[in-house]
């Protein structure tokens, strides 16, 4: 999903204090949640996802090829939580506005805008084993354990007399505009001092933060704050806190601490299934898990989607292959098709001892050529192309690009090769450009991209 349309923003940094302008455009699909430094020369773009994550002190900072952008965590759990997929978020300066220190503002301002569908489905990651990161020592914890849907149970413990314990907990993230969205950021009165010294929330004030007092304020303190925050009316209300604002929720900081962990885990690049438990979470340790996490997605899309399972009755066997084909033995590389549709296809080669390049290559030590496995990936890819067709006999593929091939493993005699093509982009003018993937079981042989020209046969 994304945007409508475009949507404009204006404020100030947290740290920095700095006005910036911000606007947030509708984005093609597959293109994930982007920024975009319209002020440097070539507005250079920064994909968000944790592999940039860079800092993580006082809010999440990514940074690619020396370019940052500070406290992207609100704006991304504005979008994650309104079930945005893809956006171009473009900035006139380092660090997106604070705007009330929630994400309020933002999810009103999608709302207005509207959400359309796209034409490629939701991709979501299910869990098949819990993923876990802590630090012991400062008793933070995070879990997430397989589910058929993505919540998330917090509780914060910061041994403070006014917050005491809180929970906060989100069933549903179609309920995050509601229940989360408007929750503000929070501090402790006494972590002001070390964050105004080492030059931090220049752009904070009592507009867009919560601040919690433990102990009863003299005068002259109140006087310095006074004059700090340039507000003449300060005093802290019996609940602990100062008495800037009210508070939207009762658990309030908890929720904002939930808000935060949207905006860090949306930085997977990939919804989740999956029930989150947390424990004292911040942005280094939602960002930790996030990595963790990106792992083992990463891990998992080296597995076949399509699992070859030989009882099952092939969608095209050798015969109805060399109706489409103009391939023959010895040069004819997919025995079978296990799986069509308009943009993917799937086969397998059985790879044996009585293949003729086993003769040469080598005859000691038997392996498949790589050139044949990359030409059988786009034999397979070719039935894709071709099958369509009303005539497919009269037509054939040529190669005019092969990029990123790697081979991962050696294909041997009793081997079978299972191919997983997919089309990169609709198929134009005859022009066909696919991700080619080539497996021994669970483990990936083979990829590469190819791109090839569906013609006429010459009569």
């Known amino acids: 999903?994304?945007?409508?349309?475009?949507?404009?923003?204006?404020?100030?940094?947290?740290?920095?204090?700095?006005?910036?302008?911000?606007?947030?455009?509708?984005?093609?699909?597959?293109?994930?949640?982007?920024?975009?430094?319209?002020?440097?020369?070539?507005?250079?773009?920064?994909?968000?996802?944790?592999?940039?994550?860079?800092?993580?002190?006082?809010?999440?900072?990514?940074?690619?090829?020396?370019?940052?952008?500070?406290?992207?965590?609100?704006?991304?759990?504005?979008?994650?939580?309104?079930?945005?997929?893809?956006?171009?978020?473009?900035?006139?300066?380092?660090?997106?506005?604070?705007?009330?220190?929630?994400?309020?503002?933002?999810?009103?301002?999608?709302?207005?805008?509207?959400?359309?569908?796209?034409?490629?489905?939701?991709?979501?990651?299910?869990?098949?084993?819990?993923?876990?990161?802590?630090?012991?020592?400062?008793?933070?914890?995070?879990?997430?354990?397989?589910?058929?849907?993505?919540?998330?149970?917090?509780?914060?413990?910061?041994?403070?007399?006014?917050?005491?314990?809180?929970y906060a907990k989100l069933e549903n993230l179609g309920d995050f505009p509601v229940l989360i969205a408007p929750c503000r950021t929070f501090v402790f009165l006494h972590e002001l001092e070390s964050l105004l010294k080492n030059n931090l929330i220049k752009g904070g004030d009592l507009d867009n933060a919560i601040i919690i007092v433990e102990n009863e304020l003299p005068q002259n303190e109140t006087d310095r704050l006074k004059k700090l925050f340039n507000k003449e009316d300060i005093n802290v209300v019996a609940s602990g806190y100062l008495n800037n604002l009210e508070l939207r929720f009762a658990n309030e900081p908890a929720r904002h601490k939930l808000l935060d962990m949207i905006g860090d885990m949306a930085l997977v690049g990939m919804r989740i299934n999956g029930k989150v438990i947390a424990h004292k979470p911040g942005h280094f340790a939602n960002t930790e898990l996030a990595r963790l996490l990106r792992k083992t997605i990463k891990k998992n899309q080296t597995k076949p989607k399509r699992p070859y399972n030989p009882n099952v009755e092939p969608v095209y066997d050798i015969n109805q292959i060399k109706s489409i084909l103009p391939h023959r033995p010895p040069f004819l590389l997919v025995d079978k098709i296990t799986h069509i549709d308009a943009a993917s296809v799937s086969g397998i080669k059985n790879v044996t001892m009585n293949e003729p390049f086993f003769v040469g290559h080598f005859p000691e030590e038997p392996v498949m050529p790589g050139v044949l496995i990359v030409e059988a990936m786009a034999q397979c890819g070719g039935i894709l192309a071709l099958h369509s067709l009303e005539d497919p006999e009269n037509y054939s593929t040529y190669f005019m690009k092969i990029d990123g091939v790697k081979f991962k493993r050696k294909v041997v005699p009793g081997d079978t090769l299972l191919f997983e093509l997919k089309l990169t982009e609709p198929i134009r003018r005859g022009i066909v450009m696919m991700e080619a993937k080539a497996y021994v079981g669970d483990q990936l042989a083979a990829e590469a991209f190819l791109m090839a020209q569906v013609a006429k046969n010459k009569k």
């Open 1 to 166: 999903m994304t945007l409508a349309r475009m949507m404009k923003f204006q404020g100030k940094g947290l740290h920095t204090g700095v006005k910036v302008e911000m606007t947030v455009n509708p984005a093609e699909e597959n293109t994930g949640i982007r920024f975009q430094r319209v002020d440097l020369d070539g507005e250079p773009v920064v994909e968000a996802l944790v592999d940039y994550v860079t800092d993580t002190s006082r809010g999440t900072t990514i940074e690619k090829n020396g370019v940052r952008i500070h406290t992207i965590e609100h704006i991304m759990a504005a979008l994650w939580g309104s079930g945005i997929d893809n956006a171009l978020i473009q900035l006139n300066g380092e660090e997106v506005p604070i705007m009330d220190g929630s994400a309020r503002e933002y999810v009103k301002e999608i709302m207005n805008a509207g959400i359309i569908e796209q034409n490629t489905d939701r991709i979501y990651f299910n869990l098949t084993e819990k993923v876990h990161f802590e630090i012991p020592e400062k008793g933070v914890s995070i879990e997430i354990f397989p589910d058929d849907h993505f919540s998330v149970n917090l509780n914060i413990d910061y041994g403070s007399r006014v917050l005491g314990n809180q």
